[in-house]
């Protein structure tokens, strides 16, 4: 049912690297317990986000006990996000575990806040979506992977799917089926 990206190389990942910053829906907070033990046992200082209180390991619940800073978070697409993101210092790593849209909507704040893609970590769960652009009536439309030709919802063309991608408006271009 899930796609799951191929086991994380938490060592590699945690290095060099001066704060990190979590982002995990409830559901799979299971897969980052190993990444948050390697961050505590390297003292990294890092602060975990989540939209439900988590179930923990007793070294992480006590760890997090200690940790001031932590914050749980109810939403992770507030406003607040920006600000938290926008006042980190260099070297500071994002990792975010959850559904593909979560991961993307991160991912995009974050590069907007002048993070690299090298700060940023995601694991997707679930089917990928795509935007595609239609170059006609610039309506932006979700869908899956694997499909090439959609309808525009907007103004109902057809469009192909086409390899050319957009960072800035994270989408695939739309060209119209003659
Ligand atoms: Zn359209």
């Known amino acids: 049912m899930y796609k799951v990206k191929d086991p994380i190389d938490v060592t590699h990942m945690l ?6 910053l979590l982002f995990v829906e409830e559901q799979y907070m299971s897969d980052s317990i190993e990444l948050l033990e390697a961050t505590i046992e390297q003292n990294i200082p890092f602060q975990l986000f989540t939209n439900k209180q988590p179930i923990l390991s007793h070294l ?8 001031e800073s932590n914050t749980y978070i109810t939403m992770f697409w507030k406003n607040e996000i920006n600000i938290l993101l926008a006042n980190q210092k260099i070297g500071t790593k994002l990792f975010i575990f959850g559904s593909w849209k979560m991961v993307n909507k991160l991912k995009r704040a974050a590069l907007n806040q002048g993070f690299t893609n090298e700060d940023l970590y995601g694991i997707g769960y679930g089917e990928k979506e795509k935007n595609v652009y239609c170059i006609k009536c610039s309506k932006l439309n979700h869908m899956y992977e694997q499909i090439n030709e959609i309808m525009c919802e907007q103004c109902q063309s057809t469009l192909n799917v086409s390899n050319h991608y957009s960072s800035r408006i994270d989408a695939y271009l739309g060209y119209l089926v003659i």
């Not at 992480?60 to 940790?67: D, F, G, P, S």
């Open 60 to 67: 992480v619940t006590n760890r997090l006990k200690e940790i």
């Open 15 to 20: 290095s060099p690297c001066q704060k990190i």
